[in-house]
């Protein structure tokens, strides 16, 4: 299980997210970057996201959550420019965890207007 947070297709560039939040992403690529034949990928990308083998999403989430709320204000106002997500990868297993988002990954996700989005890779 993971956690990755998301500014997608923002009028902000990926370079100038990270200098105006202070964040250092996981990915951060322009539209086309990767692979401009394929047009990969098809919008701007801004990445951070947690590292564990935890099967908690409150423990994916402490990794982030303090420097995500210390630039909040920044990343709201980037947002309102694109979409924000927050995504909770669960990896290719016969069992599907279940799932408590906490209180606090949710008052995030509501103060800068974030999808959350459970994705179960197949």
């Not at 409150?58 to 630039?71: G, P, R, V």
């Not at 988002?101 to 207007?113: K, L, T």
Request: proline share 5%; glycine share 4%; charged share 25%.
């Amino acid at each position: 299980m993971r956690i990755d947070f998301q500014l997608l297709g923002t009028l902000v560039t990926p370079k100038d997210i990270s200098k105006r939040t202070g964040i250092k992403p996981h990915v951060e690529l322009l539209r086309g970057e990767r692979n401009n034949a394929l047009d990969l990928p098809r919008q701007n990308l801004w990445s951070i996201g947690t590292h564990s083998e935890s099967d908690e999403v409150k423990e994916h989430w402490m990794q982030i959550e303090s420097i995500l709320n210390c630039a909040r204000e920044e990343i709201r106002k980037i947002a309102e420019t694109g979409i924000a997500k927050l995504t909770i990868v669960l990896p290719r297993s016969d069992r599907i965890p279940s799932l408590q988002i906490p209180v606090e990954m949710s008052a995030f996700a509501g103060y800068v207007n974030a999808i959350i989005d459970i994705d179960h890779l197949q």
